[in-house]
Each structure stands twice: as C-alpha cells, then as structure tokens.
C-alpha cells in the first residue's frame, strides 16, 4: 500500500513519521472558499477537498492506483462561533491571540481518507483553556514569528505552551492531526490500526 499526505504540514509530517509509518507528501491545490459556518463541517468538507483534488493529481500524474491510501486533514480555532484560521499579519496575530487569552477554546480538526472507490470523512475537537496574556506578552510572542502559519496563531508544542493552563481530548489534534480519530477511521475503512498499517 502507498500512503499519500495531501499536505505541506510539517507537524502533520512529523506525527506521522512519529508513528512509524512510510508516506509519500502530495499535495494539491484545492478550493478553500466556503460560506460554511460551522467550524466541524468546514474542516470535515476542506479535509475531503484536499483529498479529492490530491487524487484528481495522481490521476492526472498516472499514479492512481486502488492499493493508494490518501490521508488529508483541516484544522481551524473556534472561540464563541468565530472561526479562526491563519494570521495573514502579525496585527491580525496580536488580534487572534487577544481573543484566546484567558478564556477556553475549541480546536477542531476535520480528517478524510480514501482508499479505491472509498473514502471517510470526519472531525475531532479538543478544548484547550489559554491563561490571562498581557499584551507585552503578546507582542513578544507574536515577534518570535512562531503565530505566523499556525491556525489561532499558536502553536500548543512551541512557545506558546507556557500560556496554555491544561486540554480536553486528543493533544496531537491540536499540534494538527488528530491520531485517535485517524486511527479509528482506518480500522472502519481498512480494518488495520496506525500500528499496524506502520508495520506493513
């Protein structure tokens, strides 16, 4: 089986190396314009975006073949219905991480998988508790330029971990790959865990 990130990530890259497994990166433009407001739904339909027009390049390539397994994921910051992506500015930054201090926040990660003519799509949210942040610490951090491509502008595994007081459900869906969630979509589509599929 060949397996296929359909994404640039580096911390998804990682986890996935982290787990043992051997995956080529492949990734393609997709279309990521949505008036979907509900930050599962918009990560769920972004994450199967990014898998489909990953095949439709294979495809395109002639390296399309049924035993190819496309792993594509989306991840956003939602606090009190706003939906947070990536800074486009250390202003924009500054604003997002005024927004988190002090108060908890969703982080939700939508995960596709396909596999032949099959394909799993799904969601997973953690809630991640930020402490008080003074705007110097603010300014500090957002300087450090670790906020820039980082949805919510923090990264929970870098700096920023000095600032969060505690999390609700899978870590590793906050660095930007949610594994329990991927590993229990393998098992329904592939009756095979992260473990074993990294064995193969």
Same mark, same amino acid.
């Given at each position: 089986?060949?397996?296929?990130?359909?994404?640039?990530?580096?911390?998804?890259?990682?986890?996935?190396?982290?787990?043992?497994?051997?995956?080529?990166? @492949?990734?393609? $433009?997709?279309?990521?314009?949505? +008036?979907?407001? /509900?930050? %599962?739904?918009?990560? *769920?339909? &972004?994450? =199967?975006?990014?898998?489909?027009?990953?095949?439709?390049?294979?495809?395109?390539?002639?390296?399309?073949?049924?035993?190819?397994?496309?792993?594509?994921?989306?991840?956003? @910051?939602?606090? $009190?219905?706003?939906?947070?992506? +990536?800074?486009? /500015?250390? %202003?924009?930054?500054? *604003?997002? &991480?005024? =927004?988190?201090?002090?108060?908890?926040?969703?982080?939700?990660?939508?995960?596709?998988?396909?596999?032949?003519?099959?394909?799993?799509?799904?969601?997973?949210?953690?809630? @991640?508790?930020?402490?008080?942040?003074?705007?110097?610490?603010?300014?500090?951090?957002?300087?450090?330029?670790?906020?820039?491509?980082?949805?919510?502008?923090?990264?929970?595994?870098?700096?920023?971990?000095?600032?969060?007081?505690?999390?609700?459900?899978?870590?590793?869906?906050?660095?930007?790959?949610? @594994?329990?969630?991927?590993?229990?979509?393998?098992?329904?589509?592939?009756?095979?865990?992260?473990?074993?599929?990294?064995?193969?």
């Amino acid at each position: 089986m060949r397996i296929v990130l359909a994404s640039k990530s580096p911390r998804r890259r990682e986890i996935l190396s982290m787990l043992g497994l051997k995956f080529d990166i @492949v990734s393609a $433009d997709a279309d990521e314009s949505s +008036k979907i407001t /509900d930050p %599962a739904q918009l990560v *769920r339909e &972004l994450s =199967l975006r990014k898998a489909c027009a990953t095949k439709a390049l294979l495809q395109q390539q002639g390296e399309w073949n049924d035993d190819t397994l496309i792993i594509a994921s989306d991840t956003v @910051v939602a606090v $009190d219905g706003t939906i947070l992506g +990536k800074p486009r /500015d250390e %202003a924009d930054a500054a *604003r997002m &991480l005024a =927004l988190l201090s002090g108060r908890t926040h969703q982080v939700i990660s939508g995960v596709s998988l396909l596999y032949g003519t099959q394909e799993r799509a799904d969601f997973d949210a953690t809630s @991640v508790h930020f402490c008080d942040m003074t705007q110097d610490e603010i300014t500090q951090y957002v300087s450090s330029g670790e906020p820039m491509d980082k949805a919510g502008a923090y990264a929970v595994q870098g700096l920023a971990s000095v600032y969060i007081k505690g999390l609700e459900g899978d870590y590793f869906n906050v660095v930007g790959l949610p @594994v329990h969630k991927l590993n229990t979509m393998l098992r329904e589509l592939l009756g095979v865990s992260l473990l074993a599929l990294g064995r193969e």
